[in-house]
């Protein structure tokens, strides 16, 4: 039994297609994901590594030529995509759909002129209004002449009540 399952790693392990990966400059191979774990070793710049995992916090496990599996940050990889096989391209995406990418063209096309068009019907109808500054310099200047006026007419006020007194 233990046969068997040797020889389906085997075979499973000879369908799947590795990444390959080449050392961009000279990189330190860490035993985690992250600048806090024990450096294991430093792979000089141009060294060929295989790729056996990716995570999300941007590093990637790489197995060395010598067998050496550790963590190096993903930057510091250029990752070669393994050459297309048989079985590969019948998985490959269909061709690229020129009509229907020419539909796309146009429906975006009418989409962007709707919009357009709505925008401009939305700047006529502000330029009628008055903007918000000229309300503003409108209500200073009311009380502004509100003030100047109240004063005079204060003033005048005063000046007949007291017009018959001697000081």
Do not use: C
């Amino acid at each position: 039994m233990k046969i068997f399952f040797a020889v389906l790693m085997l075979i499973w392990s000879g369908m799947v297609a590795a990444e390959s990966a080449s050392v961009i400059d000279n990189v330190n191979v860490r035993s985690g994901k992250g600048e806090n774990y024990r450096s294991l070793r430093v792979l000089p710049a141009q060294t060929e590594v295989e790729v056996i995992e990716s995570s999300s916090e941007g590093y990637t496990k790489i197995k060395a030529s010598d067998g050496q599996t550790g963590w190096v940050k993903s930057s510091f990889l250029n990752v070669v995509q393994p050459a297309p096989t048989a079985e590969t391209d019948s998985k490959a995406a269909p061709a690229f759909d020129i009509v229907a990418a020419q539909k796309e063209i146009r429906a975006a096309r009418d989409e962007l002129a709707k919009k357009q068009t709505e925008l401009e019907q939305e700047r006529s109808r502000t330029k009628g209004e008055p903007q918000l500054l000229t309300l503003y310099l409108i209500a200073l200047a009311a009380f502004a002449a509100g003030a100047i006026v109240g004063a005079l007419l204060l003033r005048t006020y005063y000046l007949r009540r007291l017009h018959g007194l001697r000081i």
